[in-house]
């Protein structure tokens, strides 16, 4: 395996392209996004929240309050990147998906040189990459016009400067990520906390850089002061969750999946029940997973894992989306390489059904599956 995880990683991104573009090709779910080289790709890759991030990065925010589904819901970094080559000239939808692909690729680079500084195992660091990039949602890595990709490289890239003792940068890549994707309490735990850890490891007294990660925080605090200037709602991206059609309001209703019992409940389709418990299963192994993982890695890695995963599995009503937002716990990938080390079969079987299932719901997702 050695140095071929970023060969793998561009094989998979044209595997998930040809499977994503047959999948539009036979069951073209929506019309093409425009007249250009690749538009039939681009358009495959443009469903479901494609359709938002595109709406804000050429048409702003608005917010009608919580019981209308509105595009305050979704986080501004990624859509402002599309906006910038928008505005020089790029079909929006073509920027996202480029955008996508870009940082995906640079997400599964920068996994591998941090996981080989950090991998209490070497060799582990290759096939860690490897899992990550043939997991089976990480089509949304690869041209997606969702922020996963954008919300990835930041993140990796914040702990792997702080585990080259570059602090400011950490926090400013974390502020990054944190006005991606609603994570901030996971990003700002685990970088905190990883940095007392490597502070001790050192033998360095503490100084008051190692509070500095704490700032991480201030791309959601700043997203939250524009929602709150221009709407009069600071929480505004929380509060419209329980819109009709999301239907994901804070409240017992929604912690205790009752939507997600009474779907099983009833009589309904066979991959609709293997979707919901697939996001489930995902999101209890990931969860399990930080518990080995602060044993291989660390506290910060774990309580990262925790939180990331945490969050969502709290605030969905139904796990759906649960296998995506996996991807932000990139630590567990690595902690599943090193448990897997020395069971060769396992591994290689892991790998196969992942890589299978990769290309499946890459296509379910080119004909307008609703898959995460």
Not at 152 to 171: K, M, Y
Not at 270 to 285: D, F
Request: aromatic letters at 12%.
């Amino acid at each position: 395996m050695r140095s071929y995880a970023r060969w793998l990683a561009v094989v998979v991104a044209v595997g998930c392209a040809a499977a994503v573009a047959w999948g539009y090709h036979r069951h073209p779910p929506r019309p093409l996004r425009g007249d250009f080289p690749m538009a039939t790709l681009v358009t495959a890759w443009s469903g479901w929240d494609g359709e938002w991030y595109e709406r804000i990065a050429t048409t702003g925010y608005y917010f009608k309050g919580p019981d209308e589904q509105s595009p305050v819901a979704f986080f501004p970094a990624y859509p402002v990147v599309i906006h910038a080559l928008d505005a020089i000239g790029f079909n929006p939808w073509l920027a996202g998906a480029l955008i996508s692909l870009a940082c995906g690729l640079g997400a599964a680079a920068l996994f591998l040189r941090w996981a080989r500084r950090v991998s209490p195992d070497p060799p582990a660091a290759e096939w860690a990459a490897a899992l990550l990039v043939v997991y089976p949602f990480a089509f949304y890595l690869f041209g997606v016009l969702y922020s996963d990709g954008l919300f990835l490289l930041l993140s990796i890239g914040a702990f792997l400067s702080l585990e080259e003792d570059r602090v400011v940068l950490a926090t400013l890549l974390g502020a990054l990520a944190t006005a991606t994707r609603p994570v901030a309490p996971a990003l700002v735990v685990g970088l905190l906390v990883r940095r007392q850890e490597l502070r001790r490891r050192a033998g360095s007294p503490p100084t008051p850089l190692d509070a500095l990660p704490i700032l991480s925080v201030l791309g959601m605090v700043a997203y939250a002061a524009y929602l709150g200037r221009a709407f009069g709602d600071p929480l505004a991206f929380a509060h419209v969750q329980g819109a009709p059609g999301w239907d994901q309001a804070p409240g017992l209703h929604t912690w205790l999946k009752a939507s997600w019992v009474q779907t099983l409940s009833i009589s309904i389709s066979p991959l609709v029940h293997l979707r919901l418990i697939g996001h489930a299963y995902i999101a209890l192994l990931f969860l399990v997973l930080a518990v080995p993982t602060k044993k291989l890695l660390g506290w910060g890695y774990a309580l990262y894992v925790l939180v990331a995963m945490g969050m969502p599995a709290v605030s969905s009503k139904d796990f759906m989306g649960l296998g995506r937002y996996a991807l932000a716990a990139f630590p567990a990938f690595l902690t599943l390489a090193l448990l897997m080390k020395d069971r060769p079969r396992l591994r290689a079987g892991w790998m196969a059904a992942s890589a299978g299932a990769l290309l499946m719901l890459a296509y379910a997702f080119g004909a307008g599956g609703y898959v995460s």
